[in-house]
């Protein structure tokens, strides 16, 4: 399984935009990248998934280079509840999340 | 709400007691899955069942622990003999078969004494 690297963590304030980046130099072919946000005490929630060039949905952006090599999730204008972890996976079905990067959000 | 629901929440045991726990998917999803969370890290998947069938198992699945999902709809977790160290967040997720998103539910939380 493709093992990923991201921040610890990260600092931002409301209003501004945030990019976290992944690499995940060992990905294969088949993998699909996946970015999940985990509140305190909640199950881990789906933000985003792509394979390839830039996938956008309501919530994020995610943009991946040609080479795949490495991933960056875009969250526009946040705001104090997205104060979470958020996890960049490779793979399958069978998740392996690392630590994620926990991002804290200032006023 | 039709999300996936886990049952208890919240369990605290004496070491060497058994427990089990319930999850409940989404009703059309035929990929179930459990993983295990400690305190400051993320997620460790466990094993994961298509339908009735359980198809992969980690290390971290020792012989303690035993899955089911004996109809392809709910699943149960049971661990025999607990250990403090068992002492964790247990997670059930589901989803469609394919790299689809899995819908984790709120977890269950195991306190060994």
């Known amino acids: 399984l493709a093992k990923t690297t991201q921040p610890i963590s990260m600092d931002s304030y409301e209003g501004q935009e945030v990019n976290i980046t992944c690499s995940h130099n060992n990905i294969a072919t088949n993998d699909y990248i996946t970015w999940y946000q985990q509140f305190p005490s909640q199950g881990p929630r789906f933000i985003i998934q792509?394979?390839?060039t830039k996938v956008t949905n309501e919530v994020a952006s995610l943009f991946i280079p040609a080479d795949r090599k490495s991933s960056t999730l875009s969250l526009p204008r946040v705001s104090l509840s997205d104060t979470a972890v958020y996890y960049c996976l490779v793979g399958g079905y069978m998740l392996t999340f690392g630590g994620g990067t926990r991002l804290m959000v200032k006023p | 709400d039709t999300g996936v629901s886990q049952d208890p929440r919240h369990k605290i045991t004496k070491r060497g007691q058994n427990v089990t726990f319930r999850c409940d998917p989404i009703?059309?999803?035929?990929?179930l899955y459990w993983y295990r969370q400690t305190l400051g890290q993320g997620p460790e998947f466990l094993t994961y069942?298509?339908?009735?069938?359980?198809?992969?198992k980690s290390r971290l699945l020792s012989d303690r622990f035993s899955a089911e999902r004996p109809k392809g709809s709910f699943s149960t977790l049971e661990i025999q003999r607990t250990e403090q160290g068992d002492s964790a967040m247990y997670l059930c997720a589901s989803s469609h078969p394919g790299p689809d998103e899995q819908y984790f539910g709120p977890g269950t939380r195991l306190t060994v004494t």
């Open positions: 009703s059309e999803h035929n990929r």
């Open positions: 069942f298509q339908n009735e069938a359980q198809l992969e």
């Open positions: 792509g394979y390839k």
